[in-house]
T-cell receptor, first 114, second 114 residues
Framework: AQSVTQPDIHITVSEGASLELRCNYSYGATPYLFWYVQSPGQGLQLLLKYFSGDTLVQGIKGFEAEFKRSQSSFNLRKPSVHWSDAAEYFCAVGAMDSNYQLIWGAGTKLIIKP | EADIYQTPRYLVIGTGKKITLECSQTMGHDKMYWYQQDPGMELHLIHYSYGVNSTEKGDLSSESTVSRIRTEHFPLTLESARPSHTSQYLC?????????????FGPGTRLTVT
């Protein structure tokens, strides 16, 4: 069965420091991969996506993610975080046999230290 | 501007009342979804629709019902609200140029049943 794992429930990073949020998936073929961000009390906003091609994808707000097939990972990175990046981040996977549904990770809460 | 709307944003209601949460999108998407999310927790799919007159139950059992009479409108109804229904409800749609898996979310409805 397809699954998405975000191993870190919470991550605390100092403002200005670099960030990496982990996402691992389980799926036989190459999936469609997404990162979403959710600010408190809000809906989810798409940060970036990977369908095919270049394995390093750029998103909004200065985020990027790298697809590593050998590790079944799609980690999200940002070189320097801002206090406004404090939010919940969700990784999701879409696959041909998932009836057009996304399989969601449990989310990682990013806390920014001043 | 193409968008997805949810009303109300916040609702406090007494036990036993019938409620309808509204969701509309102006993006021309054929697929729509309802998720239930407790604060700080993962998303659970409760209903989805592939088009007009198509509705399916999701992975999480829910006492709510949905309808899809128009492409742009996907309301969720609770016939008799209970405190266990207290949660955030997120509506999403997909099927545009981003592809069938790229979901766009509304701002959510936070429901409290007293």
């Amino acid at each position: 069965a397809q699954s998405v794992t975000q191993p870190d429930i919470h991550i605390t990073v100092s403002e200005g420091a670099s960030l990496e949020l982990r996402c691992n998936y389980s799926y036989g073929a190459t999936p469609y991969l997404f990162w979403y961000v959710q600010s408190p009390g809000q809906g989810l906003q798409l940060l970036l996506k990977y369908f095919s091609g270049d394995t390093l994808v750029q998103g909004i707000k200065g985020f990027e993610a790298e697809f590593k097939r050998s590790q079944s990972s799609f980690n999200l990175r940002k070189p320097s975080v801002h206090w406004s990046d404090a939010a919940e981040y969700f990784c999701a996977v879409g696959a041909m046999d998932s009836n057009y549904q996304l399989i969601w990770g449990a989310g990682t809460k990013l806390i920014i230290k001043p | 501007e193409a968008d997805i709307y949810q009303t109300p944003r916040y609702l406090v209601i007494g036990t036993g009342k019938k409620i309808t949460l509204e969701c509309s999108q102006t993006m021309g998407h054929d697929k729509m979804y309802w998720y239930q999310q407790d604060p700080g927790m993962e998303l659970h799919l409760i209903h989805y629709s592939y088009g007009v007159n198509s509705t399916e139950k999701g992975d999480l059992s829910s006492e709510s019902t949905v309808s899809r009479i128009r492409t742009e409108h996907f309301p969720l109804t609770l016939e008799s609200a209970r405190p266990s229904h207290t949660s955030q409800y997120l509506c999403a749609s997909s099927g545009g140029r981003g592809g069938v898996y790229e979901q766009y979310f509304g701002p959510g409805t936070r429901l409290t049943v007293t």
